[in-house]
Every structure is written in structure tokens, then in C-alpha cells.
Nanobody
Framework: QVQLVESGGGLVQAGGSLRLSCAAS????????MSWFRQAPGKEREFVAR????????HYADSVKGRFTISRDNAKNMGYLQMNSLKPEDMAVYFC????????????WGQGTQVTVSS
């Protein structure tokens, strides 16, 4: 089992920045691929960014590419999402999730953290 807890959400003006954190506990964090997803009211949950186990490979949704940066610190069992140049359309509940490399299914999810962007 891996437990994930997000933090760092809040209210920010458009153009501002936030840094989300994901604290992992339980099994060895470095064994898992980590991703961030988000869900806006009335919309389906969507992929935001993914980072490999070592942190060497990242992938982003087109909508956040160039503005968001995903990272991880395996020594601290932490994952991060740096969000810059925030837009009103980025407003959502953000979730971190983890999966093994042998499955595409994200087995472990955090409870989410709210990001609100005012225009």
C-alpha cells in the first residue's frame, strides 16, 4: 500500500504560481510512477503530468506544457507540481497518483487539493 497526501493548493490570481506537494508513505516511493491529475466541476478527471520512477522522464498534457513542471524527491518520498502562469481554466481539484510499471492502472490516489484561479 502507498498512501498519498496532497498539499499546497489555494487561491491565486491568474498569472500567478502555486507549488503542489504529494507526500508518500508506505511502500518504497521510488518503485512507482507518479502522476498528477485534475478534475474541474462538471468535468471528467484529466491527466496533467507524469514522471518516471527515477525522475528522468516526464510527460505533460498539452494544456500545461511549458507552464507546469513535475518533479520528485525519492529520498524524501515527495512529489511536486510547480504551476506557473496559472489560468482560470486550470482551476480544479488536483490529485497525485501512483502506479507500478507493470500496470497502466493507478492504484493509489491522494484525496486531492483545490486550486482556485481568479481572473
Amino acid at each position: 500500500q502507498v498512501q498519498l497526501v496532497e498539499s499546497g493548493g489555494g487561491l491565486v490570481q491568474a498569472g500567478g504560481s502555486l507549488r503542489l506537494s504529494c507526500a508518500a508513505s508506505g511502500r518504497t516511493f521510488s518503485n512507482y510512477v507518479m502522476s498528477w491529475f485534475r478534475q474541474a466541476p462538471g468535468k471528467e478527471r484529466e491527466f496533467v503530468a507524469r514522471i518516471s520512477r527515477s525522475g528522468g522522464i516526464t510527460h505533460y498534457a498539452d494544456s500545461v506544457k511549458g507552464r507546469f513542471t513535475i518533479s520528485r524527491d525519492n529520498a524524501k518520498n515527495m512529489g511536486y507540481l510547480q504551476m506557473n502562469s496559472l489560468k482560470p481554466e486550470d482551476m480544479a481539484v488536483y490529485f497525485c497518483a501512483a502506479r507500478s510499471t507493470v500496470s497502466m492502472d493507478y492504484k493509489y490516489w491522494g484525496q486531492g487539493t483545490q486550486v482556485t484561479v481568479s481572473s
